[in-house]
């Protein structure tokens, strides 16, 4: 089992050796086009601030025939049909977005002690819609570290 102190280590320590980390100091072409989408990212996280503020539901539509049984209403994002409950998940997933959009802006900041509590505001927001899942998010993660732990170098994919 994981220990809770050496979690973070842990877990570093793994992504390093599967070469997550590896393009330091120089960078890879993929990590510098991931970089670039934070302009994207700053536009996603000002979207959801103006929901989160105003109660703004533009962005989704009715959906006319929910074709699932447990849909009590039917909001579309393009085809796709949720549930009241895959609503709720998305939002909170859309918050950890936006948590990860704060922790850039601390990066960008130089503001090391405001990074590290985001990153912890992330964790929490993870904790959270895991709970309501009826998972234990420490235990799934120790399960996904056990399972990269023995994947290919960059999991088989190019840098």
Same mark, same amino acid.
């Not at 072409?29 to 510098?32: E, P, R, S, Y």
């Not at 799934?140 to 170098?153: G, H």
């Given at each position: 089992m994981v220990e809770k102190e050496s979690f973070s280590a842990q877990m570093h320590t793994t992504a390093q050796e599967k070469g997550f980390w590896s393009d330091l100091p120089e960078l890879s072409?993929?990590?510098?086009r991931l970089a670039?989408?934070?302009?994207?990212?700053?536009?996603?996280?000002?979207?959801?601030?103006?929901?989160?503020?105003?109660?703004?539901?533009?962005?989704?539509?009715?959906?006319?025939? %929910? $074709?699932? !049984?447990? %849909?009590?209403?039917?909001? !579309?994002?393009?085809?796709?049909?949720?549930?009241?409950?895959?609503? $709720?998940?998305? !939002?909170k997933l859309v918050l950890v977005v936006s948590e990860v959009g704060e922790a850039i802006e601390a990066l960008l900041e130089g503001n090391k002690k405001g990074l590290k509590e985001e990153l912890a505001d992330i964790v929490v927001r993870a904790a959270d819609i !895991?709970?309501?899942?009826?998972?234990?998010?420490?235990?799934?993660?120790?399960? $996904?570290?056990?399972?990269? $732990?023995?994947?290919?170098?960059?999991?088989?994919k190019n840098a």
């Open positions: 072409q993929n990590t510098l670039t989408l934070y302009p994207e990212l700053l536009q996603l996280m000002e979207r959801i601030e103006l929901i989160r503020a105003t109660k703004y539901t533009h962005a989704w539509s009715v959906h006319p025939e %929910c $074709k699932r !049984s447990e %849909c009590i209403y039917g909001l !579309s994002l393009e085809t796709t049909i949720l549930t009241p409950s895959e609503v $709720k998940i998305l !939002s !895991s709970g309501f899942l009826g998972a234990e998010v420490l235990s799934e993660a120790e399960k $996904k570290w056990e399972k990269n $732990k023995n994947r290919p170098f960059m999991h088989g």
